[in-house]
């Protein structure tokens, strides 16, 4: 939590900012080795066999692992730190996503899944402490949408570059590849990440500015359960276990859909995914830039960032008419138009958190929500391939849901924040 001290003056030093693009690229190889496995779905399909039932059932496994990550990750993070805590996430989840080209079996796939999700879910939980440590809260919205920005680039470079690498080496090689890139960056991140006050390159300069109007002696840890006490760790909970799980339709299900659906293989599908995640970047760092933009500007974290979640909330409506849209690109523009509204929303959702609870619990309650959120998660992603089995691949009621599930989330973080946010909830 923070005052409300007069915002200082923005100092030369930019350290910081490394910081910030050790984030982004931890996010971008977060969701290489997350994508891969959604783009290969037509291939997989093919190769081994799967129902639609099958493959929402692997996403399940990931999802309730991937819950079970952010909880147990964001719990850790917070006792042992963003350096060691994201270190031991990344080395785990290269491991994890190069052990996918050794499967050759639903189950197999499901065991490669839930290594994966157990271990990328530390990495926002580490990433957002790691903003509230390195950045004031007029600038932690726009950190948190560039690094957030991550994710979008990540599910740009794959449809681009894994079409190339699976007509040169095969499916199996493109997932030991991409394992490999976390490993390279955890060497850079070694090297160049402390906390602020401990890091030599850092100048004085910069570190007041950081610290300005925060409270830097050391706090105790705070106990799990004493942060639901916090109206902040209820917003956050409510709106990442609504929107979530639709950002995961997006990834997993978006390249099955433009198959079904235009009849484009995976090189046809490289133009449409590029776009869609090009526009899904520019809501992410729109969405943390207009809330830092408010809040220099005199209004309060709180209600800036409720402002911009409420705007950001509206771009995903129209992709509840998908179905009668007949054009590829008209439905591209519409499906990136929803993913920009998601990222932008998010930027300030988990800005949301850092905001409002002790800086000691904040990466615990970042897990509470992305376990909230995986186990929701889980159980939409088994009822999506069902859907789709009972439907002969209808995608229309699933649209219709993923498009009223934002302006319905920030409607219910408003009514849990109608008092200061980080204030007690009421015996």
Known sequence: MTSDATVPAVPRGRYRWIVCALLFTSTTICYIDRQIFGLLKPTLDAELG?????????????????????????????????????????????????????????????????????????????????????????????????????SNIGAIVTPISLPFMVAAFGWRAAFLIAGSLGLIWLVLWLRFYERP???????????????????TTLQPPVRWLSLLNYRGTWAYIVGML?????????????????????????????????????????????????????????MQPVPARLA???????????????AGVSGLWP????????????????????TLASDTVPSRGVSS??????????????????AIGRILDATGGNYTLLFIGAAVAYPLAVLVMAAIVRRPAHSKMEA
């Open 50 to 150: 799967w129902s639609e039932t099958d493959y929402g059932d692997i996403v399940a496994t990931f999802s309730l692992l991937y819950a079970l990550g952010y909880l147990l990750g964001g719990r850790l993070i917070d006792r042992i730190g963003v350096r060691k805590g994201l270190g031991l996430a990344v080395f785990g989840w290269s491991l994890a996503a190069a052990a996918h080209g050794l499967m050759s079996s639903v189950l197999g796939f499901k065991v490669a899944r839930a290594a994966l999700g157990i271990t990328e879910g530390g990495n926002f939980p580490a990433s957002i402490k790691a903003v509230r440590e390195w950045f004031p809260p007029q600038e932690r919205a726009f950190a948190t949408g560039i690094f957030n920005a991550g």
């Open 197 to 215: 006050e401990r890091q030599k390159r850092l100048s004085d300069e910069e570190l007041r500015y950081i610290q300005a109007g925060e409270d």
């Open 242 to 298: 609504m929107t979530s799980p639709v950002w995961w339709f997006y990834l997993n299900w978006v390249p099955g859909f433009l198959h079904d659906r235009f009849d484009i293989d995976m090189m046809g599908s490289i133009a449409p995914l590029v776009v869609i995640y090009l526009v899904a970047d520019v809501g992410s760092i729109a969405g943390g830039w207009i809330s830092s933009r408010l809040i220099r500007g005199g």
């Open 308 to 322: 911009t979640m409420f705007v950001m909330a509206l771009c995903p409506v129209p992709v509840a008419f998908i």
């Open 331 to 350: 439905a591209v523009f519409m499906i990136a138009l929803a993913a920009a509204g998601h990222q932008g929303m998010s930027a300030n959702l988990y």
């Open 365 to 382: 309650v970042i897990g509470m929500g992305g376990f909230a959120a995986g186990i929701v998660g889980m159980f939409v992603a088994m």
